[in-house]
């Protein structure tokens, strides 16, 4: 089990730029894919991006393809989005996930057993 700490939300104006981090506690950081999933206020939660354990695989959805990044630093326990040309519809709550490397990254939240407590981004437009 590892425990998830989201930051860096915020309030941004459209085609502006954040940087969320997920910070894990516990000691086998590296055994875990970690997810990004977001929702908004009478919606499903859904499914942003995954890295895998070693970061060499991610998959993105097609919403945020080519304005989000995601990385992750082992040594520091923590994973990174970078999220560029935000716009309004990227308003919701993030949420960080993990789930241990079963050998394939997924999109199905129910796969992930470890949950942050979120973490709000607002795009004003």
């Known amino acids: 089990q590892v425990q998830l700490v989201e930051s860096g939300g915020g309030l941004v104006q459209a085609g502006g730029s954040l940087r969320l981090s997920c910070v894990a506690s516990?000691?086998?950081?590296?055994?875990?894919?970690i997810a990004w999933f977001r929702q908004t206020p009478g919606k499903e939660r859904e499914f942003v991006v995954v890295i895998s354990w070693s970061g060499a695989t991610t998959y993105y959805a097609d919403s945020v393809l080519g304005r989000f990044t995601i990385s992750r630093d082992n040594t520091k326990n923590t994973v990174y989005l970078q999220m560029n040309s935000l716009k309004p519809e990227d308003t919701a709550v993030y949420y960080c996930?993990?789930?241990?490397?079963?050998?394939?990254?997924?999109?199905?939240?129910?796969?992930?057993?470890?949950w942050g407590q979120g973490t709000q981004v607002t795009v004003s437009s």
């Open positions: 516990g000691r086998s950081f590296d055994t875990y894919a």
């Open positions: 996930a993990g789930q241990v490397w079963l050998g394939y990254v997924s999109t199905d939240l129910d796969d992930y057993d470890n």
